[in-house]
C-alpha cells in the first residue's frame, strides 16, 4: 500500500532554520577531518565519542563539493579548499576509488575550474571498461558519472566527455529506467536489480536536472519530473523518505532506514535544483515536508540535530535482528505481487552517527537558497 505526501498542514521550515542548517554543516565539516592525512576526511563520527573513524575519498569529494557552493554563494570556506583539491589529486590511483568517484572528479574540477576534466573523464573510461561498464554500476555511482558529466561537457569537455555522456544516459534511461519511472538498483542481471534505494532515485533526478540545465539532452527534463512526480506519490505522510522500492511495481518495499541526509540534504538539492529548471513548486512543498522529519517530525518523535556535538544523527532504523527479518519478508512479498507488512515503528532506533557528506549535500542544498521556503 502506498501513500501520497501531505504537505498543506505543515509549516515549512524558517529562513533562520535553514541558515542555522548551514552554519551548523560549516562549523561541521573540520570536525571530520583526520588528523594524520591533511585535506582527507574520516568515513563518520559517533555521537558521544572522541575522535573520528576510518577514511573516505567519496566523502571528501561530496563535502569539497558543498565547500565550493558555499563559497560561491558568498560563505568561507571551512576547510583549505586548495589543501583538499592537492590531497584528492594525489589519491587518483586509491583502491578505493569506483568509477562512480570520478564522476565526483568531474563535478568538483568544472565547479572549482582545475582544468583537469579531460584526465578525469579518461580514468573514468578506463575504470568503466575494467569494472563491469555502465550495467554494473550501482544506480547512485549512475547519477554521480552522469553528473559529472553533464557538468563538464557544459564546462568546454569536448568530444570525448560528449561521447561518454551520451552513452551513460542511453544506459540510464534505457535498461536501468523502469516503466513505473523509478530507476532500476542497476543495470545488469539479478535479483536486487528490481529493488533499489532512494539514493539510486534521488541522484537520478540530480543528474538528468544537470543535463536538463545544460540543454545536453532532450529526453532528461520529462525523465526527472516522471521520476520526481513518483517520489513525492511515494513521500511518507510525515514528510519521510523512504528507503527502499520495487522498480517494477512502483511502490515502497520498506521504509527504514530513513536517512536524515535524505531529508535535509539529499532530496533537497535534486528537487530544489529541477524546481529551478522547470518552474514546478510542488518539488519545493516535498522538500519544506521532508525537513520537518529531523526536527521531531518522525516517529520516534526525536529531534535528530545535535548543534553540541555538530552532527545531524544518521537515521531512525529497525533494530537489529528484526530488521534482517522485516526486509526479506517484504521483498519476497513483492516479488510475489502481495502488500508488503504494516509499519513496527516499536521496533525501531536511532542510529547516533554521522558522516561528511551529510554536512557536504547539506551546503549543494541550501547555500545560496536559505530563503527558498519561503517563496
Not at 563535478?107 to 579518461?122: E, I, L, S, T, V
Not at 515536508?289 to 548543534?307: C, F, K, S, T, Y
Not at 552532527?311 to 521483498?331: F, N
Amino acid at each position: 500500500m502506498t501513500t501520497t505526501a501531505k504537505t498543506t498542514t505543515v509549516p515549512e521550515a524558517t529562513r533562520d532554520e535553514v541558515g542555522g542548517l548551514v552554519e551548523l554543516a560549516l562549523a561541521s565539516i573540520p570536525t571530520f577531518a583526520r588528523a594524520d592525512e591533511p585535506g582527507v576526511l574520516c568515513y563518520e563520527r559517533v555521537l558521544g565519542e572522541a575522535g573520528t573513524r576510518g577514511r573516505s575519498l567519496r566523502y571528501t569529494l561530496m563535502a569539497l563539493l558543498g565547500l565550493q557552493k558555499a563559497q560561491a554563494a558568498g560563505y568561507a570556506p571551512t576547510l583549505d579548499l586548495a589543501q583538499v583539491e592537492a590531497a584528492l589529486e594525489a589519491n587518483l590511483d586509491d583502491a578505493e576509488l569506483d568509477p562512480g568517484d570520478y564522476g565526483l572528479y568531474l563535478w568538483a574540477d568544472a565547479r572549482g575550474g582545475w582544468g583537469r576534466g579531460a584526465g578525469y573523464a579518461a580514468r573514468l573510461d578506463v575504470a568503466l571498461a575494467s569494472g563491469g561498464g555502465l550495467p554494473a554500476r550501482l544506480g547512485m555511482e549512475m547519477g554521480w558519472i552522469v553528473t559529472g558529466l553533464a557538468h563538464h561537457v557544459a564546462a568546454g569537455g569536448g568530444v570525448e566527455g560528449e561521447r561518454l555522456l551520451a552513452r551513460a544516459l542511453d544506459q540510464l534511461l534505457g535498461a536501468n529506467r523502469a516503466q513505473s519511472g523509478l530507476f532500476r538498483h542497476h543495470g545488469a542481471a539479478g535479483w536486487r536489480r528490481r529493488f533499489p534505494n532512494f539514493a539510486t532515485q534521488i541522484y537520478a533526478v540530480q543528474a538528468l536536472t544537470a543535463v536538463a540545465r545544460h540543454g545536453l539532452d532532450p529526453r532528461a527534463l520529462p525523465a526527472a519530473q516522471a521520476l520526481a512526480d513518483r517520489l513525492l506519490e511515494l513521500q511518507l505522510p510525515d514528510g519521510g523518505w523512504p528507503w527502499l522500492f520495487d522498480a517494477e511495481r512502483g511502490t515502497v518495499v520498506e521504509r527504514y532506514e530513513i536517512y536524515c541526509v535524505h531529508q535535509h540534504a539529499m532530496a533537497p538539492m535534486a528537487l530544489l535544483d529541477l524546481a529551478e529548471v522547470c518552474g514546478d513548486e510542488r518539488y519545493v512543498r516535498a522538500v519544506g515536508h521532508g525537513l520537518r522529519w529531523i526536527w521531531g517530525q518522525n516517529e520516534l518523535a526525536r529531534d535528530m540535530v545535535e548543534p553540541g556535538e555538530q552532527l545531524v544523527l544518521r537515521s531512525i532504523r529497525r533494530r537489529k535482528g528484526p530488521d534482517r527479518g522485516a526486509l526479506a519478508a517484504r521483498t519476497a512479498a513483492s516479488r510475489a505481487g502481495l502488500p508488503t507488512p504494516g509499519r513496527t515503528a516499536r521496533l525501531t532506533e536511532v542510529n547516533p552517527t554521522d558522516r561528511p557528506y551529510s554536512m557536504g549535500w547539506t551546503l549543494e542544498a541550501w547555500a545560496g537558497r536559505e530563503s527558498a521556503l519561503q517563496g
